[in-house]
């Protein structure tokens, strides 16, 4: 094994998911929703496949799959970008992100990362030869502070990763925050990456806002995105990045020689899905809105202190209230709930560097992307708590 990736072990999810499916917990880990995605959406990746759409695509992606990816750009967020020159189809936003940094960082550079992070980013930046900087998000709201950002700021800086609605914590940036990191992303001329795969998961009313669309971010950004999460198609793999011409083109450099291209069928799939009337995100939102409040109110129930989340898949919740003295960590919280009560969870210790992981020590992650039966049966077992 290379000494480049021989520190970083095997993942969490993977144990926990494998203790899951031992103890035959209801599985609140994983954020990969149990039920299918749009008829429409389905039926068109088959078509593809039938109408024999199977051969590589283009590199960059289909004309098809660009055009709305587009579109739904500017439709949402009213950017407009010429999916000729500026928008990138990637296996998946994991890809996305990992070719955005290989094309536009150097090794001995540093890039800037606010913790709890996505669990594949350092490890990206390791492989690229980069140093991470870490920001803490503290407190309920997960805010961060505006003079530990600047601080970390140096002439080394290239990028910041900025991962909005945020994966553990259920963060949406507000426009002020983002307004912050782009005055210092213009002042120190560093590249945001943004990772925004949960656009569209967003809880009572709040507006997701895209950093690029903030004065003088748009020739700076690169915003990724995904299909999995909005249309429940996590297995698809079918992701992009859209930004200004030179940050794609070096994005496209490496992904040229990593994935080279993207399962054909699925992006024209892809195609339907971006395209898909108002009604299926408005009706989106309605729904994540009711598994978000029943599952806020079960743990509330059940005795955790749960943080609400303003979007995401996930609701972050303080189990000290529940667990026997014996549980000391969320490592062992989260083996305790999934083998005595047969409910997994992710411990969110794993989303922070060493030197930070008691930021997550009392915390536990729970998936809320389940069919309403999984959190009926998550909730009867979680009403065991309390008796111990
Ligand atoms: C923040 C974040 N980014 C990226 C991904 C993965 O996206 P994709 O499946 O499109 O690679 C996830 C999945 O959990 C995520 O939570």
Known sequence: MSRRVAGFGTTVFVEINELARQCNAVNLGQGAPDFDGPPEVLVAAVKAVNGALNQYAPGIGMPAAREAIASHAECFYGQKVDPDTEVLVASGATEAVFAAILGLTDPGDEAIVFEPVYDSYVPNMIMAGVTPRYVALRGESWTFDPDELAKAFNHRTRAIIVNTPHNPTGKVYSRDELSVIATLCQKHNV???????????LYDRVVHTRLAT???????????????????????????????????QAMNQAHQFITFAVASPLQAAAATALRLPFDFFENLRETYQGKRDLMLAVLQKAGFKALKPQGSYFIMADWRGVAPSRVQDDIQFARWLTTEIGVACIPPSIFYQ???????????????????????????????????
């Open 191 to 201: 590249i945001a990456i943004t990772d925004e795969v949960y656009e569209h998961i």
């Open 354 to 388: 060493d030197s930070d992981k008691h930021l997550g020590k009392y915390l536990a992650r729970f998936a809320v992307c389940k069919r309403n039966e999984t959190l009926a049966a998550a909730a009867e077992r979680l009403g065991k708590l309390g008796k111990f």
């Open 214 to 248: 903030l004065p003088g971010m748009a020739e700076r950004t690169l915003t990724i995105s995904s299909l999995g999460k909005t249309f429940s198609v996590t297995g698809w793999k079918i992701g992009w990045a859209i930004g200004p011409a030179p940050l794609v």
